[in-house]
């Protein structure tokens, strides 16, 4: 018997989708996203691929809303990403800034 695990990472992109506050907002650049629960049952179909969303970061850096950019092809991947994705932490902004948009890519990966 193959024992497999699968490897969900959150990676969170530096730059936002608003490229003129990406320079100024440094609470991008702490963030914490932790790594989603992968399914038994998603194992048997060998499910992989990376999910890549937008995610609204507030000024008291929470996850406010998210959506997804580019799918893995699996709607399971997909949901759990987006599940994940909103338990996101950030650093509060200084001074109240406007929430801005940034990126976090998750890959599920069978190894």
Request: aromatic share 6%.
């Amino acid at each position: 018997m193959i024992i497999r695990s699968i490897i969900a990472l959150g990676l969170i992109s530096l730059s936002t989708l608003n490229p003129a506050s990406a320079a100024t907002d440094s609470r991008l650049a702490a963030g914490d996203c932790e790594a989603p629960a992968y399914r038994s049952a998603w194992q048997d179909d060998e499910l992989q691929g990376n999910v890549k969303l937008a995610v609204l970061v507030d000024a008291k850096g929470n996850v406010q809303e998210t959506k997804v950019i580019s799918s893995s092809g699996h709607v399971a991947l997909d949901k759990a990403s987006l599940r994940a994705s909103t338990g996101c932490k950030f650093q509060p902004a200084a001074n109240g800034a406007a929430p801005v948009w940034a990126q976090v890519q998750y890959k599920w990966v069978l190894n």
